[in-house]
Structure formats: structure tokens, C-alpha cells
T-cell receptor, first 114, second 114 residues
Framework: AQSVTQLDSHVSVSEGTPVLLRCNYS??????LFWYVQHPNKGLQLLLK????ATLVKGINGFEAEFKKSETSFHLTKPSAHMSDAAEYFC????????????WGAGTKLIIKP | DAGITQSPRYKITETGRQVTLMCHQT?????MFWYRQDLGHGLRLIYY???????DKGEVPDGYVVSRSKTENFPLTLESATRSQTSVYFC?????????????FGSGTRLTVV
């Protein structure tokens, strides 16, 4: 069965420093992977997705993620954090075994210090 | 307005009452979904629908009922609300190619059962 683990429930970085949000997944098939962002009291927005094309995926707002099959990871990064990046981030996996339904991680809250 | 809208945004109801959460999308997307979001659980799928008159259970369907008589509407009914159903509920829609297009979420309904 698939699963996704976000390794940190909270990440705190200073504005202007790099961001790393870690995600590991489990999948028996070729997975599709997503990152969604949720700003406070808002809905969820698709940040980026991997669907078996290039392993380095670029998303909106300067975020990117790299699919590493050998490490079963899909970590989200950004070179320089901005105050507006403060939000909760969800890593999501989907594959044939779930009939392509989305399996969600528990979320990582990103805190940006001024 | 184009998009996906949920109503109401906030609802307080008493234990045992029936309550219906509404979801409407204007894109004629094939797929629609209902999720609940609780602290520490990420998003959990309640029900989904692949087309009008086709619905299927997700991870946590007990206590909920859905219908989809029209493509654009996907109401979620709590037949007899319980305190454990206090949560934020998100509706989402997606075209048939869900993996390449991802899901578009509504703004959510915050339901409190007292």
C-alpha cells in the first residue's frame, strides 16, 4: 500500500535562507507525486507535480522538488524564503494501487522568521 | 463566477442533526471529491465521484452520504452529526486526467458539532 511521510511537522527558517521540506513515500508502482500549499484559513493550491517526466520539477513561487527513486524521496526546496511562504505544505502520492486517488501526508508547517 | 465554491463557509450544528454541505463547480470536471482535514491527519478522502450518478467511498465514509445528480454539484450530507465530525471539509474537482491536472480545491467549510 502506498503511504507518504513528511519528516517534519514544523520547519522554521529565517527570511532569505533556504527552505527544505522533506517527504518520503512508499509505492509499489510508478508513483505520481505532488506538493500542495495551504495558507492560513485558505484552501489548497497545487505547488508542483511529478508524473514520470523530468525528475527535477519546478513549481510556482520559486519552489522545486526532486524525485529520487533510490531514496523514495520527493523533498521540496526553495533557495530563499519569503515571508509570504509561511503556510502548511502537503506532500501527496498517487499510483495504480489506490486507483489513482491521492494519499496525503500529515503536513509540514513552514514558519518564516523576520 | 468560474471556479469551485463551497457553502456555507462556517456551520455550527447540534449532535444528531442532519446537515448538508454544498459544493458547486463551473468547469464540468468529471471528478469531484470530499475531504476532511483534521490536525495530525492531513486530508482524508470521504467520498468521490467519477461522473454524475457515480459515487464511491473513500477512506472515511461512515456517517456521510453523497449524491451527484448533476455534474456540477456534489453535496455531502451528515445524516446524524456527531462531535467526531467536527472538522474542516474540502471539496475538490478534477478533469478526467487527474494526475496531470491535479485537483482544484474549494475554500472549505468549517463545521462544528456541539
Amino acid at each position: 500500500a502506498q503511504s507518504v511521510t513528511q519528516l517534519d511537522s514544523h520547519v522554521s527558517v529565517s527570511e532569505g535562507t533556504p527552505v527544505l521540506l522533506r517527504c518520503n513515500y512508499s509505492s509499489s508502482y510508478s508513483p505520481s507525486l505532488f506538493w500542495y500549499v495551504q495558507h492560513p484559513n485558505k484552501g489548497l493550491q497545487l505547488l508542483l507535480k511529478y508524473t514520470s517526466a523530468a525528475t527535477l520539477v519546478k513549481g510556482i513561487n520559486g519552489f522545486e522538488a526532486e524525485f529520487k527513486k533510490s531514496e523514495t524521496s520527493f523533498h521540496l526546496t526553495k533557495p530563499s524564503a519569503h515571508m509570504s511562504d509561511a503556510a502548511e505544505y502537503f506532500c501527496v502520492v498517487s499510483d495504480l494501487s489506490s486507483n489513482y486517488q491521492l494519499i496525503w501526508g500529515a503536513g509540514t508547517k513552514l514558519i518564516i522568521k523576520p | 463566477d468560474a471556479g469551485i465554491t463551497q457553502s456555507p463557509r462556517y456551520k455550527i450544528t447540534e449532535t444528531g442533526r442532519q446537515v448538508t454541505l454544498m459544493c458547486h463547480q463551473t468547469w464540468s470536471h468529471s471528478y469531484m471529491f470530499w475531504y476532511r482535514q483534521d490536525l495530525g491527519h492531513g486530508l482524508r478522502l470521504i467520498y468521490y465521484s467519477a461522473a454524475a450518478d457515480i459515487t464511491d467511498k473513500g477512506e472515511v465514509p461512515d456517517g456521510y452520504v453523497v449524491s451527484r445528480s448533476k455534474t456540477e454539484n456534489f453535496p455531502l450530507t451528515l445524516e446524524s452529526a456527531t462531535r467526531s465530525q467536527t472538522s474542516v471539509y474540502f471539496c475538490a474537482s478534477s478533469p478526467r486526467d487527474t494526475l496531470n491536472y491535479g485537483y482544484t480545491f474549494g475554500s472549505g467549510t468549517r463545521l462544528t458539532v456541539v
